[in-house]
Nanobody, 119 residues
Framework: QVVESGGGLVQPGGSLRLSCAAS????????MGWYRQAPGNQRDMVAT???????NYADSVKGRFSISRDSAVNTVYLQMNSVKPEDTAVYYC???????????????WGQGTQVTVSS
């Protein structure tokens, strides 16, 4: 199970940090990421981190967002800086077990946390 927190209202140019806490087992061997979905749009990848710590970002957030993981507390973070109105969406945490670079087993999705960027 994964649970997001940290969403809310932020002004353009501001910062926000989302957290995703996983329960049940260690996430050290899990591929994890953040996705977002705005009204009327599909759910898109924002940032991911694999078991070795390699990260990947959507072009729209490169240089502004940063994903990190702390396996000691089974938590993944998304640091959002210089946010824009178009970052407004529900943000979802994703986790799936990884074995030799292949994702296996069930997908775990959080319930989502709303991020609204507005003045």
């Amino acid at each position: 199970q994964v649970v997001e927190s940290g969403g809310g209202l932020v002004q353009p140019g501001g910062s926000l940090r989302l957290s995703c806490a996983a329960s049940g087992s260690s996430t050290s061997n899990y591929f994890m990421g953040w996705y977002r979905q705005a009204p009327g749009n599909q759910r898109d990848m924002v940032a991911t981190v694999n078991v070795r710590g390699a990260t990947n970002y959507a072009d729209s957030v490169k240089g502004r967002f940063s994903i990190s993981r702390d396996s000691a507390v089974n938590t993944v973070y998304l640091q959002m800086n210089s946010v824009k109105p178009e970052d407004t969406a529900v943000y979802y945490c994703f986790a799936r077990k990884s074995f030799s670079g292949i994702l296996i087993g069930p997908e775990y999705w959080g319930q989502g946390t709303q991020v609204t960027v507005s003045s």
